[in-house]
């Protein structure tokens, strides 16, 4: 199985810079996902990474270090409607299992 | 519009008396597999299937069924539904039971309450 840690909350500030930590401890490996929720929906798709290093789509990066077992989010430019739950997601090897962390519920205030 | 449905969005039944909540996806995806999500947790897999006729437990199968006899369906059955099935269930799907990718697209949940 798989163990994924998340902080639990983290508050930001409009238009700054917040990282969002994911650490994994796994026996197989087949990627690493990101998904943003906002209370009361589904979850929707962020970022994947599955290579170490960073990736970049537009106000969002995310980093991986498979040797570590760490990942994170980068949410730049922060808006109002950042505020949602974000979950850090490994596809195990046999690339049917999946497993979320907890999430991490970011607040962001004006 | 592609898209995964569920029904019902929401249902409040009883102890003991079987319920099915459906799951239709119209994007041919090979994969589909359902999740709980509890207070202050993330999503626990239920159960996955990567194809027709293949399924395999996750997490948390306890209490659960599915079926995969078509391609666009997933059903999650709970023969007999207890308090502790009360939670807020995702079906999702995707492409390719492989590598790459292929992020999984949600349906919009159904909120279940046993009592």
């Known amino acids: 199985g798989q163990n994924i840690d998340q902080p639990t909350e983290m508050t930001a500030t409009e238009g700054a810079i917040v990282q969002i930590n994911c650490t994994y401890q796994t026996s197989g490996f087949n990627g690493l996902f990101w998904y943003q929720q906002h209370a009361g929906e589904a979850p929707t798709f962020l970022s994947y990474?599955?290579?170490?290093g960073l990736e970049e789509k537009g106000r969002f990066s995310s980093f991986l270090s498979r040797s570590k077992g760490y990942s994170y989010l980068l949410l730049k430019e922060l808006q109002m409607k950042d505020s949602a739950s974000y979950l850090c997601?490994?596809?195990?090897?046999?690339?049917?299992?999946?497993?979320f962390g907890d999430g991490t519920t970011l607040t962001v205030k004006p | 519009e592609a898209q995964v449905t569920q029904n019902p969005r929401y249902l409040i039944t009883v102890t003991g008396k079987k319920l099915t909540v459906t799951c239709s996806q119209n994007?041919?995806?090979?994969?589909m597999s359902w999740y709980r999500q509890d207070p202050g947790l993330g999503l626990r897999q239920i159960y996955y299937?990567?194809?027709?006729?293949?399924?395999d437990k996750g997490d948390v199968p306890e209490g659960y069924k599915v079926s995969r006899k078509e391609k666009r369906n997933f059903p999650l059955i709970l023969e007999s539904p207890s308090p502790n099935q009360t939670s807020l269930y995702f079906c999702?799907?995707?492409?390719?039971?492989?590598?790459?990718?292929?992020?999984?697209?949600f349906g919009p949940g159904t909120r279940l309450t046993v009592t």
């Open positions: 994007m041919n995806h090979e994969y």
């Open positions: 299937s990567m194809n027709v006729e293949v399924t």
């Open positions: 999702a799907s995707r492409t390719r039971a492989g590598q790459g990718m292929y992020e999984q697209y």
């Open positions: 990474n599955v290579l170490d």
């Open positions: 997601a490994v596809r195990e090897t046999n690339a049917g299992k999946s497993t």
